[in-house]
């Protein structure tokens, strides 16, 4: 068995405004280490360059996105675009990467608006293209200006394969080592929410459970109130620093329900079922207050954590359609509407009366898989 097969890649991204206000340059005689030097201009002004800088790249990008879509059938490489001066601004490394993208792209109708900058990783070389400084947790790629990032890698990789950038964020792909499959039949289900406890973790074979993020909802409603109070203040500065922290509080929050579900997985002995929750956002129809926290939920997130960290371990993660999850009865399969958070079977000879969250993530754990991409 190859290597490859053992391997498996992971994307994070990390916002374009942790750019460190530095520059790289190169090793010097008798060092084995990068210096990074201060640039003598204001940060913010630093990072509007940078934008203006990445934007002007990604428009040259995007012309060589539009003629490989449309003669596909061509031979093409760098070379063919180098010759031009307009493509000159562009590093060979970009371009040989958004040919061999939209080359094969056999369905496309139209680029898109933003053609992101692909840089993949030059192993060959004694100056790597990418150079990840782990101790100072930083990553520089030589190919966009030489720009260096914050970022800590939350995993041990192998290998970083690509960085892809816009004027938004900073996309990094890397190769980790794939744990053996445990190959359990058994699984848990979990039940997403919006009030009271974010996640609902249980075992439908002994009838043990777990609510996870109960205490999420008030700072949610804490920062929705802030929010509120200072747009009628119009205080939009403090609107978008307290947007900011948000996002990393909850960010937070997911990391650590994610781990709390991948724990409970492997405790019991079980892999891992989900709720396909895709389009959600389009099909709910509610109140005006709810939608506020429904589109405020990183619920996608949450989802991509416990799959990356499931992978890690060697659990699997399926999903199932969420439909009528809460309102059929576990023990006779009997549907009903529920109103509360407790649930209580109409059928006399049932009797089953459980936790509305719970019965709804047994029902997930015992429901047939579907497809990720599937729509019912």
């Known amino acids: 068995m190859s290597d490859d097969v053992n391997l498996q890649t992971l994307t994070f991204k990390v916002k374009f405004n942790r750019l460190l206000h530095k520059t790289i340059c190169k090793k010097r005689k008798n060092e084995d280490f990068y210096r990074y030097e201060s640039v003598n201009i204001p940060h913010k002004r630093y990072l509007i360059l940078s934008k203006r800088w990445v934007r002007k790249k990604m428009r040259t990008t995007k012309k060589i996105a539009i003629y490989v879509s449309k003669n596909q059938k061509q031979k093409l490489s760098s070379k063919n675009f180098t010759k031009n001066n307009e493509f000159k601004v562009l590093n060979s490394n970009i371009i040989s990467n958004t040919i061999q993208k939209y080359k094969f792209m056999k369905t496309i109708k139209k680029v898109r608006k933003n053609v992101n900058l692909i840089c993949s990783y030059r192993y060959s070389g004694k100056n790597p293209s990418i150079i990840h400084d782990k101790e100072k947790d930083t990553i520089s790629i030589k190919q966009l200006n030489n720009m260096v990032f914050k970022w800590k890698c939350p995993v041990d990789y192998e290998k970083i394969c690509i960085a892809e950038i816009n004027t938004k964020y900073l996309y ?205």
Not at 326 to 334: A, E, G, L, T, V
Not at 339 to 345: A, L, Q, T
């Open 172 to 376: 990094i792909t890397v190769q980790v080592k794939k744990e053996n499959t445990l190959n359990y039949k058994k699984n848990v289900g979990v039940d997403l929410n919006l009030k009271g406890n974010l996640a609902t973790v249980a075992n439908p074979i002994n009838f043990d459970y777990k609510f996870l993020g109960e205490n999420a909802i008030n700072e949610r409603r804490k920062y929705l109130e802030m929010r509120g109070r200072w747009q009628k203040q119009l205080k939009l500065l403090k609107v978008k620093r307290m947007g900011n922290k948000e996002n990393r509080v909850m960010t937070d929050v997911n990391h650590k329900i994610s781990r709390d579900i991948v724990n409970y997985a492997l405790k019991n002995k079980s892999n891992i079922k989900m709720e396909d929750l895709t389009g959600i956002r389009n099909t709910a129809k509610s109140s005006r207050s709810f939608k506020k926290f429904l589109h405020s939920w990183g619920f996608y997130q949450l989802r991509t954590f416990v799959e990356y960290k499931a992978s890690m371990v060697g659990l699997e993660t399926n999903f199932v359609c969420p439909r009528y999850t809460s309102q059929m009865c576990f023990n006779c399969k009997r549907k009903m509407k529920v109103i509360g958070k407790e649930y209580v079977c109409p059928d006399v000879d049932c009797g089953w009366i459980e936790h509305r969250d719970v019965n709804a993530a047994f029902n997930i754990a015992v429901k047939e898989s579907i497809s990720p991409s599937k729509e019912e």
